[in-house]
């Protein structure tokens, strides 16, 4: 019982989080090498990322 109640605790932790909350301040390289943040991505209507983790991680 205890690791079924484990098991579902580690999958509610990492589905991430949750719709509509706010993003951290993040600064990362684009495939060109060019550093980005969320304003030089964003547009006049927002932005929304995707992001897909392969069934390998």
């Known amino acids: 019982m205890l690791l079924a109640g484990m098991t579902l605790l580690a999958a509610s932790i990492a589905t ?5 909350s706010r993003i951290p301040a993040f600064s ?3 495939q060109t090498g ?12 927002g932005l929304v990322l995707v992001f897909f983790r392969s069934a390998d991680w």
């Open 16 to 20: 991430g989080p949750e719709p509509g």
């Open 28 to 30: 990362l390289p684009d």
């Open 34 to 45: 060019q550093t980005r943040d969320f304003a030089s991505l964003k547009g006049p209507k």
